[in-house]
């Protein structure tokens, strides 16, 4: 299914979501359960204005979206469903007014549940990784 929806999954996920769109989220790779992404910085993403810092829950929402991006690479159909049940996010570094590059990757895919690993980066430095847990739900036609 990617393959021969590429232009049409690219568009969907960086014009077609509002919140991507708002960040200006840009994809960088999708392969079969692999997503990378990028994401610039701006005055709208900060947490922390003394340093001015992304926000923590900006980054988590990314990491998310990118969970569940690499998931959607699976989707058999466009009326497949996708759900986060759990997100687990470390933050090991503050994130500074610069992009951030978030990539994502299937660890386990099961009938129901979709097992994910993220992790996010400032110049090639990582400054936070996470885990998500999502209801992958296939609708049979």
């Given at each position: 299914?990617?393959?021969?929806?590429?232009?049409?999954?690219?568009?969907t996920i960086?014009?077609g979501?509002?919140?991507h769109?708002f960040?200006?989220l840009?994809l960088?790779?999708?392969?079969?359960?692999?997503?990378?992404?990028?994401?610039?910085f701006r005055?709208?993403?900060?947490?922390?204005?003394?340093?001015?810092?992304?926000?923590?829950?900006?980054?988590a929402?990314?990491?998310?979206?990118?969970?569940g991006m690499?998931?959607?690479?699976?989707?058999?159909?466009?009326?497949d469903?996708?759900?986060?049940?759990?997100l687990?996010?470390?933050?090991?570094?503050?994130?500074?007014?610069l992009?951030?590059?978030v990539?994502?990757k299937?660890?386990?895919?099961?009938?129901r549940?979709?097992?994910?690993?993220?992790?996010?980066?400032?110049n090639?430095?990582?400054i936070?990784?996470?885990?998500?847990?999502?209801?992958?739900?296939?609708?049979?036609?």
């Amino acid at each position: 299914m990617i393959e021969k929806n590429i232009n049409f999954l690219k568009k969907t996920i960086e014009d077609g979501i509002p919140i991507h769109k708002f960040l200006g989220l840009k994809l960088l790779i999708l392969e079969k359960g692999f997503v990378k992404v990028s994401v610039p910085f701006r005055d709208e993403v900060v947490g922390d204005i003394r340093k001015n810092r992304w926000h923590g829950g900006i980054i988590a929402t990314i990491m998310d979206s990118v969970g569940g991006m690499a998931g959607g690479t699976h989707f058999t159909s466009f009326e497949d469903k996708l759900a986060t049940i759990d997100l687990r996010i470390d933050y090991l570094k503050g994130a500074e007014a610069l992009p951030i590059i978030v990539e994502g990757k299937i660890v386990r895919l099961g009938n129901r549940i979709l097992v994910t690993k993220m992790k996010a980066f400032q110049n090639d430095e990582l400054i936070a990784e996470g885990k998500g847990v999502y209801n992958f739900i296939r609708i049979d036609k």
